[in-house]
């Protein structure tokens, strides 16, 4: 097997892998890439990409026909084809529980393990609790016909909406391996991102598991944290914005990672840090990490105040009203809405009697699979149109830039609650409308 250009694979083709994927043909490695979805697979091979995720499909169709990528869901092929195999499945909550679900992961080494007969490196690159590569690696060697394939865990922290970005040009690369063999392989699977000067942090199994978890509760930590702000904001007359952009000119806090508002979402950064805390309380540090349940917990509390806001606009009560909601996904430039707050507030109303409708410009097919009882409409003015309230729930640009005279032609009532402190209240104010925010007078 060659050190220089190992050919790779890709098990689990969703906004991780696919995006891997394409990334590592365009910077010029072999490529196989498996789902166990055919519907999926099907889509990919040509030349489609079933997600929204920009720069994405541009650079999909770019290799739709070059031969050093293609799709299968044969595990057999997909072993017998790549030196190098990462693991890219979901890591889901479990229903009803703190932890995370590790069925698929587990799925993924049984039925690659089997065929793989020559000399391999396996990746983890799935967000996993501290403990499973070990366990993953004792799963695979159970079941591998040779002894000659090694495992490595490689966190990856895209971002959904800048994945493409963020996968060709890493802000660091964590090799967790137990070997310099295997090191060596993983230098070879991202010569091109070590060459421009990615730091490469070289560790063990667990500190490579941790590392990811670790990022991302800090980064939850530090939104709940000037949400948290907001919350005493409120309480004051004081304007979180301003706070927010007073502290973050301060090197050491910073800006980024800082804007109060309704909250995160998504299908990482709450799921993984209340698989934290599940893990740690298995470790029995519990202790350590007790902080989580609170950043949570802010978190969650910035829901049920955007609730307040729009009722305090509408008389104390959603029944009969008719409510605006912009933005289905959990942030702008995605279509995911997995534990998504626009919907989660889209849906609260709806169920206190507000006739919701939604506006995303590219959520809504995901939005109607997750809360099939919701109405969705194909326009930014077909949801304004005879609105009580209009909810701001996720900060599309569209949504950023409209123009509070033109849009108050539309609406039934000039009311405003802006979910993501990204109106200028002075703007809107003086054309009529009524404005809340989260942390701001
Ligand atoms: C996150 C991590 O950033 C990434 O490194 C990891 O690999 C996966 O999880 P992602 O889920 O794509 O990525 O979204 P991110 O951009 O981190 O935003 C997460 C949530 O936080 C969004 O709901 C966003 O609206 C919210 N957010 C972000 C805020 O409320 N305020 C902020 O200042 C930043």
Redesign the pocket.
């Known amino acids: 097997m060659s050190t220089q250009r190992p050919r790779l694979s890709v098990i689990g083709t969703g906004y991780l892998g696919a995006t891997h994927a394409v990334c590592m043909v365009e910077l010029g490695y072999e490529v196989i890439g498996l789902d166990v979805d055919t519907e999926k697979v099907g889509r990919l091979a040509k030349g489609e990409v079933p997600f929204y995720e920009p720069g994405l499909p541009e650079l999909l169709t770019k290799h739709a026909t070059n031969p050093r990528l293609r799709f299968t869901t044969s595990y057999e092929e997909a072993a017998e084809f790549a030196d190098v195999h990462f693991i890219c499945v979901g890591t889901p909550q479990k229903k009803g529980e703190y932890s995370a679900d590790l069925r698929y992961v587990e799925a993924a080494f049984t039925s690659l393990s089997p065929h793989l007969s020559r000399k391999a490196l396996v990746v983890g690159k799935s967000t996993v609790p501290a403990g499973t590569a070990a366990r993953m690696e004792k799963l695979m060697r159970s079941l591998t016909p040779t002894k000659d394939v090694e495992l490595a865990w490689n966190p990856?922290?895209?971002?959904?909406?800048l994945a493409v970005q963020d996968t060709m040009h890493p802000d660091r690369l964590v090799f967790g391996v137990n070997s310099d063999w295997a090191e060596q392989q993983l230098r070879a699977a991202f010569a091109p991102m070590i060459e421009e000067g990615t730091p490469v942090i070289v560790t063990d199994f667990a500190t490579a598991e941790l590392v990811k978890v670790a990022?991302?509760s800090f980064?939850a930590t530090k939104?709940s944290f000037i949400n948290a702000m907001a919350e005493v904001c409120e309480a004051t007359g004081a304007d979180v914005t301003a706070l927010a952009d007073a502290i973050g000119h301060d090197e050491r806090i910073g800006h980024r990672?800082?804007?109060s508002?309704?909250?995160?979402?998504?299908?990482?950064?709450p799921k993984d840090i209340r698989a934290f805390i599940a893990r740690a309380g298995e470790l029995g540090v519990d202790q350590a990490v007790s902080f989580l349940r609170e950043v949570d917990e802010i978190n969650l509390r910035r829901r049920a105040r955007t609730l307040e806001l729009g009722l305090d606009l509408v008389d104390g009560t959603y029944r009969g009203t008719r409510i605006a909601v912009l933005g289905a996904a959990?942030?702008p430039n995605?279509d995911d809405v997995r534990d998504s707050?626009a919907l989660d507030v889209a849906a609260s109303i709806e169920r206190r009697g507000g006739d919701v409708v939604i506006y995303d410009p590219h959520a809504i097919e995901n939005a109607r699979r997750v809360h099939p009882g919701l109405i969705y409409v194909e326009s930014l003015e077909e949801a304004l149109l005879g609105a009580d309230v209009t909810m701001l729930l996720t900060e599309w640009d569209e949504f950023r830039s409209m123009d509070p005279a033109v849009v108050g032609k539309l609406v039934g009532q000039r009311n405003i609650v802006d979910g993501r402190n990204v109106l200028d209240p002075v703007r809107w104010r003086r054309a009529g409308w009524r404005y809340r925010a989260l942390g701001r007078p």
Request: aromatic share 16%.
């Open positions: 990856e922290f895209l971002r959904e909406g990022a991302n980064l939104i990672f800082l804007r508002g309704l909250g995160f979402g998504g299908g990482c950064l959990f942030k995605s707050p």
